[in-house]
C-alpha cells in the first residue's frame, strides 16, 4: 500500500476498530446510538452497514449498565470497544470502571483479564459548560489498573487504538472533540502505535514542554512564536500512563527548564504529576523551578470569554514558558 | 401447578439430595470455621457470612454446568462453594496467602475462579449486577448455551444498577439469570425500612422479565426454580428473575453485632435450610443418622485440611514484581 492520503482524525479512529473488527472476531463495539445513527460525531459510521447489530451494539442511555456488560465480557474473553458519548457521562458509570473494570485483573491474582477499551471525545472550546466539557485523564492516571491514552495526530490516533484493542489491560483511549475534524496527511494501510511511547513534535533546547491532548497544537503554536528567541523542546506523551520517563528526562537533561501543560485542572493533576516524576527522577537537571500549567480550579465556565481564559491557550503557554526562563515580555 | 411442581422435586434422586445436603453442609461448617478464626485473627478484613441462605447458592448452582457465569458478590463464600472451588485455597484467601484463590490481591469478597466460572465477587453492592450481564453477552455472542447468573441482594435492588440492569438484559435478550437473595437486611437496615415497594420480583416483571418468588430456605424449590429457568433460558434465550425469600443470620459484616426483633432469628432458625432438607429426606426415609453423620465427617475432614493447608501457606512476597503492579 504505497501513497500518502489525507484523513480526518474521526476517520482514524473509525479506520481502526473497523481493521481491529475484521481482524479479530472477539472485538466488538458497544455505546449509545453506536449503531443507527453511527454515534452523535459518527465516530462509528459505517461500521454496523459492515459488521451488523451482533457486534455494532446500540444502548440506552444506561452507562452503568453497558460498562458493566462490557467489563463482564471483557472477563469472559471478548475484547470490547466502549463508546462513551461524553467523558463526562462516564461519570454516572464510575464503578464499573474503577471498581470493576480497573481492579478486576490485580484483585482476581490476575485469574481474570480485561482487556477493554474505553473510548470517547472530551475537551473544552465548544461552549458546553461543566457537565459536557471535562477533562478526565488525570483520575485515570490515578487509577491503577487503566492504561490512559491521549492521541494529538491524525496518525497517532488510529495507531493509537490499535494497540489499544489489543492491549489485555483496560485503556482509557481519551479523543479531542475539536480535533475530530482535523485533517492531516497519513499513509495507506495499517500501522501501529506502541503504548508508552513519547513523541517528540519539537525539537529545542531551551525548555522543555510536555503537553498533552488538546495542548499539544497550543504549545506548538506558542513554540513557533517564539522561535528565534526561545527554542522550546514540545514533547507529546501520547501514553499517559504507562508514562515515557525516559524521553522526558533526556529532554531535560539537555534543556534544564521543564513546563507541563495540560488543558485539564492542575490541581493534584498530570501536569503537577510531571513535575513531580522530574524532581525526583531528574532534579540535578533542572536549572530552574518547573512549572505546571492547567486550567482554573472552576468547573468549566460556559460563556466563551470565561471558556478561553480558563483553559491554557497558546498564548498563555507562550506566557509560561518565558515565565519559567524568567524572561518577562 | 402444585402436582407438577412436587412430581419435579420429587424427580430430584436421592445422591443429588445427598449432594446438596453435603454442600448446605460445607458451606455451614466452613462459615462458623471461618468465624473460629477470624476471632483468632488468622481469617482477617471485612468478612460476610452466609449462614441461613445456603439454600439459594446450593439449589441455583445445582442448576448449573460448570461453564456457567456465576458473578457473586461481597457475601459469596457459598456461592464460591457451591461452584466447587477448592476449600483450602478460599481459606488461604481469606488469610491473605500467596497461594489463595487470588494470590491475596482480593480476600474474601474477591475470589475468582474463571475455570469453574466463578467470575468474582464484589465488594460494591449492585456493582456486580451489570457484570453479570457481559457474561450473559459473552454466551450470546458466541453462540453457545451458557447463562451467567448474577447475584445479590435486597439492598442491591435499590442501586440504579438493577433497574438498567434489568432492561438491558429484557432488550438484549441476554441469558442472565439474576438472582435476588432477599436475606431482609441491608447492612443493618431491615427490608421494610429500605424498600418502599416489598415486591422486589414485581419489580422485575414491570421490565418485562419473568419472575419468580421462591422460598429461598428450601434449597430444593430453589433448585426447582433454578433449573426450570435456566432450561428455558438455554432453549430460548433472554433473562429470567428469582426472589429467594431468605434470611441472614449472621450480622452484616465480621462479628459487630446487629440488632433484631425479639425473636425474629430464633424463627427463622426453625426454617434452617439444612434442617429443611434433612427432615425432608428422613421423612422419605433417604437419609438415617449414620449417613448424616458419615457427611459430616466427612465436611468436617475436608475443612480440617482445608485450614492446615491455608495456615502452612505462605505469605505473598511485597518485592514480588507481580504484587507490585498491575499491568498484564
Redesign the interface.
Known amino acids: 500500500m504505497e501513497g500518502k492520503r489525507t484523513i480526518w482524525y474521526k476517520t482514524a479512529i473509525n479506520e481502526a476498530m473497523r481493521e481491529e473488527m475484521e481482524r479479530d472476531e472477539n472485538v466488538?463495539v458497544i455505546g449509545e446510538d453506536v449503531d443507527i445513527f453511527g454515534g452523535v460525531f459518527k465516530i462509528t459510521k459505517g461500521l454496523v452497514e459492515r459488521f451488523g447489530n451482533?457486534r455494532i451494539?446500540g444502548?440506552?442511555i444506561?452507562e452503568?449498565?453497558?460498562?458493566?456488560?462490557?467489563?463482564?465480557?471483557?472477563?469472559?474473553?471478548?475484547r470490547p470497544i466502549v463508546e462513551i458519548m461524553y467523558v463526562d457521562f462516564a461519570l454516572a458509570g464510575m464503578?464499573?470502571l474503577i471498581?470493576?473494570a480497573a481492579s478486576?485483573?490485580?484483585?482476581?491474582?490476575?485469574?481474570?483479564?480485561v482487556p477493554i477499551v474505553f473510548r470517547g471525545q472530551y475537551g473544552s472550546g465548544t461552549r458546553e459548560a461543566a457537565q459536557h466539557s471535562r477533562s478526565i485523564e488525570s483520575w485515570f492516571v490515578n487509577t491503577?489498573?487503566f492504561k490512559v491514552v491521549m492521541p494529538s495526530t491524525v496518525y497517532d490516533a488510529k495507531g493509537l487504538l490499535k494497540s489499544a484493542i489489543r492491549d489485555?489491560?483496560p485503556v482509557l483511549y481519551l479523543e479531542n472533540r475539536v480535533m475530530y475534524t482535523r485533517k492531516q496527511e497519513v499513509p495507506r494501510g495499517e500501522w501501529l502505535v506502541p503504548l508508552g511511547q513519547a513523541a517528540v513534535r519539537r525539537e529545542g533546547g531551551d525548555i522543555t514542554v510536555v503537553a498533552t491532548g488538546g495542548a499539544v497544537q497550543k504549545a506548538l503554536t506558542a513554540a513557533e512564536e517564539l522561535a528565534g528567541t526561545v527554542e522550546a523542546e514540545v514533547i507529546d506523551p501520547r501514553t499517559l500512563d504507562?508514562l515515557d520517563m525516559d524521553t522526558i528526562l533526556a529532554s531535560v537533561r539537555r534543556t534544564g527548564a521543564l513546563l507541563a501543560v495540560q488543558e485539564g485542572v492542575v490541581k493534584a493533576g498530570f501536569a503537577a504529576e510531571v513535575i513531580r516524576r522530574v524532581s525526583e527522577e531528574g532534579f540535578d537537571s533542572l536549572k530552574r523551578p518547573p512549572r505546571a500549567l492547567g486550567a482554573w480550579d472552576v468547573p468549566v465556565p460556559f460563556s466563551p470569554v470565561l471558556e478561553d481564559a480558563a483553559i491554557p491557550q497558546a498564548e498563555t503557554i507562550r506566557s509560561a514558558i518565558l515565565e519559567v526562563l524568567g524572561e518577562r515580555r | 401447578m402444585e402436582d407438577t411442581e412436587t412430581v419435579r422435586v420429587k424427580d430430584v434422586t436421592r445422591s443429588e439430595r445427598i449432594e446438596m445436603l453435603r454442600q448446605l453442609i460445607l458451606i455451614r461448617r466452613f462459615e462458623e470455621k471461618v468465624k473460629e478464626l477470624y476471632n483468632r485473627g488468622l481469617v482477617i478484613g471485612a468478612i460476610h457470612l452466609y449462614i441461613g441462605q445456603e439454600a439459594v447458592a446450593v439449589g441455583v448452582c445445582r442448576a448449573l454446568r460448570r461453564e456457567d457465569y456465576v458473578f457473586s458478590t461481597h457475601r459469596g463464600h457459598g456461592h464460591a462453594i457451591a461452584k466447587t472451588l477448592d476449600v483450602g485455597h478460599v481459606m488461604a484467601e481469606l488469610m491473605g496467602r500467596d497461594t489463595g484463590m487470588s494470590r491475596g490481591h482480593g480476600g474474601s469478597m474477591h475470589l475468582y475462579d474463571p475455570d469453574r466460572g466463578l467470575m468474582g465477587g464484589n465488594g460494591i453492592v449492585g456493582g456486580g449486577v451489570p457484570l453479570g450481564l457481559g457474561g450473559a453477552f459473552a454466551a450470546q455472542y458466541r453462540g453457545t448455551d451458557q447463562v451467567s447468573v448474577s447475584f445479590f441482594s435486597d439492598g442491591a435492588a435499590n442501586q440504579g444498577t438493577f433497574g438498567e440492569s434489568l432492561n438491558l438484559a429484557a432488550l438484549f435478550r441476554l441469558p442472565v439469570l439474576f438472582v435476588c437473595e432477599n436475606n431482609q437486611y441491608a447492612a443493618t437496615t431491615p427490608f421494610a425500612r429500605s424498600t418502599a415497594e416489598a415486591d422486589v420480583a414485581g419489580r422485575a416483571e414491570s421490565y418485562g422479565l419473568t419472575a419468580e418468588r421462591v422460598d429461598g430456605n428450601d434449597v430444593l424449590a430453589v433448585y426447582e426454580a433454578a433449573a426450570k429457568t435456566v432450561t428455558r433460558m438455554r432453549e430460548q434465550g433472554g433473562p429470567g428473575f428469582l426472589e429467594c425469600r431468605t434470611y441472614r443470620i449472621e450480622p452484616h459484616c465480621g462479628i459487630i453485632p446487629d440488632e433484631r426483633e425479639p425473636g425474629e432469628r430464633e424463627g427463622w432458625q426453625e426454617k434452617d435450610p439444612i434442617l429443611i432438607l434433612r427432615g425432608r429426606m428422613e421423612a422419605e426415609n433417604i437419609l438415617d443418622a449414620a449417613q448424616l453423620a458419615e457427611i459430616e465427617a466427612e465436611v468436617e475432614r475436608e475443612l480440617e485440611q482445608a485450614v492446615e493447608f491455608a495456615e502452612a501457606a505462605p505469605w505473598p512476597d511485597p518485592a514480588a514484581e507481580h504484587n507490585r503492579d498491575w499491568v498484564v
Not at chain 1, 66 to 74: D, E, P, S, Y
Not at chain 1, 104 to 113: F, I, L
Request: one cysteine or more; charged letters at 20%; a positive charge.
Open positions: 466488538f451482533r451494539r444502548t440506552p444506561s452503568a449498565a453497558f460498562f458493566g456488560l462490557a467489563t463482564g465480557a471483557a472477563m469472559c474473553g471478548l464503578d464499573q471498581n470493576q478486576s485483573c490485580y484483585m482476581s491474582g490476575r485469574k481474570v483479564k491503577p489498573g489485555d489491560n504507562p
